[in-house]
C-alpha cells in the first residue's frame, strides 16, 4: 500500500552544523510533498512543499529535495539553531496527508 | 490573526459518554480535516469535509461523528463507540484538497 516514512526517528546535531534529514514515499504517482515542524504540545507546522515538477525548493535556511527515481525526499537545515528541535514530518498531500512517524531532532548547545 | 481555534485544550471523558472537540477557522478556507495522533505516530485522518455540508470518512472514522453545518466550524464527536479514544486530536484546513493544510494546536482527550 501507500506509505510515506522517514529514514530515523531521531537526530542530534550539534549547533551552528547542518541537518539533514530523510523521508521515503511508496507511492510513484506522489506528485505533492510537504515537510511539516512540530513542537511538543502544539499542531504541525508548514515549513516547505514541493510538488514532482522540481527536485529543490529553497526557504529561509531549509531546503527540500526531491529524488523521484529512487521516492525519496529530504529536508536540510541550514546553521540549526536550539528552536529548531521539534518533530519532523514529511507528507504526501492528495486529498488526506498521510505521514510517517517524524524524525525528532534534538539541538546540542 | 487568522488561524484555527480548537477547543477545549484538555478534555476528560468518563465511559459510556460522548464527547465534542472544537474546532473552528476564519481564514475562509473550504476544506476541514480531523486527524488522531497516538504517542510516537503520525497522524491518522478521521474525517474531512471539502465543502459546507459535506463530510468523507477517513481511515479511522469508526466511533466518531463530524457535521460541517458552517464554513467556519467543523466539530468532531468522540463517541462511546470509540474504545480507544485516548489520544491528542488535531483539526486542520485548506484552500482545497492541492494546497498545505494549516494545523490548530490540538486537544489532548484522556479517559477518566
Known amino acids: 500500500g501507500e506509505s510515506v516514512g522517514l529514514h530515523l526517528p531521531t537526530l542530534s546535531v550539534q549547533e551552528g552544523d547542518n541537518s539533514i534529514i530523510n523521508c521515503a514515499y511508496s507511492?510513484?504517482?506522489?506528485?505533492?510533498f510537504i515537510w511539516y515542524k512540530q513542537e511538543s504540545g502544539k499542531g504541525p507546522q508548514f515549513i516547505i512543499d514541493?510538488?514532482?515538477?522540481?527536485d529543490k525548493r529553497q526557504g529561509q535556511r531549509v531546503t527540500v529535495l526531491l529524488n523521484k527515481t529512487v521516492k525519496h525526499l529530504s529536508l536540510q537545515i541550514a546553521a540549526t539553531q536550539p528552536g529548531d528541535s521539534a518533530v519532523y514530518f514529511c507528507?504526501?498531500?492528495?486529498?488526506?496527508?498521510?505521514f510517517g512517524a517524524g524524525t525528532t531532532v534534538t539541538v546540542r548547545a | 490573526d487568522g488561524g484555527i481555534t480548537q477547543s477545549p485544550k484538555y478534555l476528560f471523558r468518563k465511559e459510556g459518554q460522548n464527547v465534542t472537540l472544537s474546532c473552528e477557522q476564519n481564514?475562509?478556507?473550504?476544506?476541514m480535516y480531523w486527524y488522531r495522533q497516538d504517542p510516537g505516530q503520525g497522524l491518522r485522518l478521521i474525517y474531512y469535509?471539502?465543502?459546507?455540508?459535506?463530510?468523507q470518512k477517513g481511515d479511522i472514522a469508526e466511533g466518531y461523528s463530524v457535521s460541517r453545518e458552517k464554513k467556519e466550524s467543523f466539530p468532531l464527536t468522540v463517541t462511546s463507540a470509540q474504545k480507544n479514544p485516548t489520544a491528542f486530536y488535531l483539526c486542520?484546513?485548506?484552500?482545497?484538497?492541492?494546497?498545505?493544510?494549516?494545523f490548530g494546536d490540538g486537544t489532548r482527550l484522556s479517559i477518566l
Open positions: 486542520a484546513s485548506s484552500t482545497d484538497r492541492r494546497q498545505p493544510q494549516h
Open positions: 507511492n510513484s504517482a506522489s506528485d505533492y
Open positions: 514541493i510538488r514532482s515538477n522540481m
Open positions: 507528507a504526501e498531500n492528495d486529498y488526506k496527508l498521510s
Open positions: 481564514l475562509n478556507h473550504d476544506a
Open positions: 469535509s471539502q465543502i459546507v455540508n459535506d463530510f
